[in-house]
Nanobody, 124 residues
């Protein structure tokens, strides 16, 4: 089992920045991809960014590419999401996710573990 705990959410004005963190514990050596999802009120949950935990390759949703950066600190078993140039439409609950499959975290159906979520609110 793997436990994921997010932190770093909050409220910020449009154009501002936030950094989310996700601390992983447990059988982390079984994880091959990690990422971030978000869900805005009344909308479906969507993937934001993904990282291959072994090789460090990253993939981003078109809506955040160039503004968000996903990274990891393997020594601390921590995943990050640096969010810059935030927009009101980025307002959502953000979830950390992990998969035992390479690239598996890109699809909800292959996510094995979820964090509890952290709220990000961007005001105009």
């Amino acid at each position: 089992q793997v436990q994921l705990v997010e932190s770093g959410g909050g409220s910020v004005q449009s154009g501002g920045s936030l950094r989310l963190s996700c601390a992983a514990s447990g059988d982390t050596n079984t994880i091959n991809s990690m990422g971030w999802f978000r869900q805005a009120p009344g909308k479906e949950r969507e993937v934001v960014a993904m990282i291959d935990t072994g090789r460090g390759g990253t993939v981003y949703a078109a809506s955040v590419k160039g503004r968000f950066t996903i990274s990891q600190d393997n020594a601390k078993n921590t995943l990050y999401l640096q969010m810059n140039s935030l927009k009101p439409e980025d307002t959502a609950m953000y979830y950390c996710a992990a998969s035992r499959l390479y690239g598996g975290v890109w699809y909800e159906r292959t996510v094995n573990y979820w964090g509890q979520g952290t709220q990000v609110t961007v005001s105009s």
